[in-house]
């Protein structure tokens, strides 16, 4: 009886459930825009000139109107959630775009080039700026009570030259030592402490305990002046042991490197380890009875 009971809690225990869920999303709009470039990054003078473009597309089945604008852009976290609103004292970049356009009929299929110039004043302190360049579309043929607005953007980065502070700063917090599922986030934020803008480039890489690389990743992200920016990588081991973490981060020439070992654990491996002890102790326990009995 208590073998069998024994059997039966390592029987729950090796037990493992799941469920997968599939979502499906359909687009029914008859607006689609497109933009390219999707990002700039455009070096001037004090009181020199640039030229831009940008090409919207219309790949959808009905025309639209396009109005074009110029916006101040600024992030406000570490996870760089942006904001449009011009804070107290701040240079507005927005004023120094002239576009080519800022409202055009687009049919379906059709293309529009917009040509934008940015006019950096005399007074522009040298330094990193940023601004978007938004589209928005309204359909010019409603049939219905409710419009459809699509919005898209490019994202401008406006380095004014001259002699300004740079300068960064890289953090990578220690990521847990063991996981029970083998999905891990490494988390590395990169400070820019300067003026002007820097990409950085953060690569991880998964180590066996040989030295063999199972896995990975890397990425560029682009730092804003005077911000910290949280670069996180989300990666899954499936094989239980003992791992070897290195995370490097490049920018402004500089690479900082932060390794790890971390364990990934098995439920199913523990499980095995208590039937075993379990039945182990059970046999221990039976054989001394068996011998006081034939004692």
């Known amino acids: 009886m ?38 700039m990054q455009i070096s001037v003078k004090p009181g020199g000139q640039a030229e831009g473009r940008l090409t919207v597309g219309n790949t959808g089945t009905e025309g639209f109107r396009a109005s074009v604008e110029v916006t101040p852009y600024r992030v406000i976290n570490e996870q760089y959630d942006a904001s449009y609103q011009l804070l107290p004292g701040a240079t507005d970049v927005s004023q120094w775009f002239r ?55 490019e994202e401008l980065y406006i380095t004014v030259e001259g002699q300004a502070p740079s300068g960064g700063a890289v953090t990578a917090p220690a990521l847990p030592f063991w996981s029970w599922n083998g999905n891990f986030t490494a988390r590395t934020i990169v400070a820019n402490t300067g003026r002007m803008h820097f990409d950085a480039t953060t690569t991880l890489s998964v180590y066996s305990v040989t030295s063999r690389r199972v896995q990975s990743a890397s ?77």
């Open 99 to 153: 576009l080519s356009q800022t409202d055009a009929h687009i049919s379906a299929g059709g293309v529009l080039d917009l040509t934008y110039t940015i006019a950096v004043p005399l007074s522009a302190k040298p330094g990193g700026y940023q601004a978007r360049l938004f589209v928005t579309t309204t359909p010019t043929d409603v049939t219905g009570s409710v419009m459809t607005h699509n919005r898209a953007g």
């Open 219 to 295: 990425f560029e992200r682009h730092i804003l002046p005077e911000t910290r920016r949280v670069l996180p990588i989300s990666w899954s081991i499936a094989t239980p042991g003992l791992y070897r973490i290195e995370r490097k981060t490049t920018y402004l020439s500089h690479t900082e490197t932060a390794r790890q070992w971390v364990m990934v654990l098995s439920p199913l491996f523990f499980a095995g380890i208590f039937c075993i002890g379990g039945g182990g102790i059970a046999f221990a326990i039976l054989r001394r009875r068996a011998r006081k009995k034939l004692s």
């Open 2 to 39: 208590q073998r069998g009971g024994l059997f039966l809690l390592c029987a729950l225990s090796m037990t493992v459930f799941w469920r997968g869920d599939i979502a499906r999303a359909t687009d029914t709009s008859r607006q689609k825009i497109t933009i390219s470039p999707t990002s």
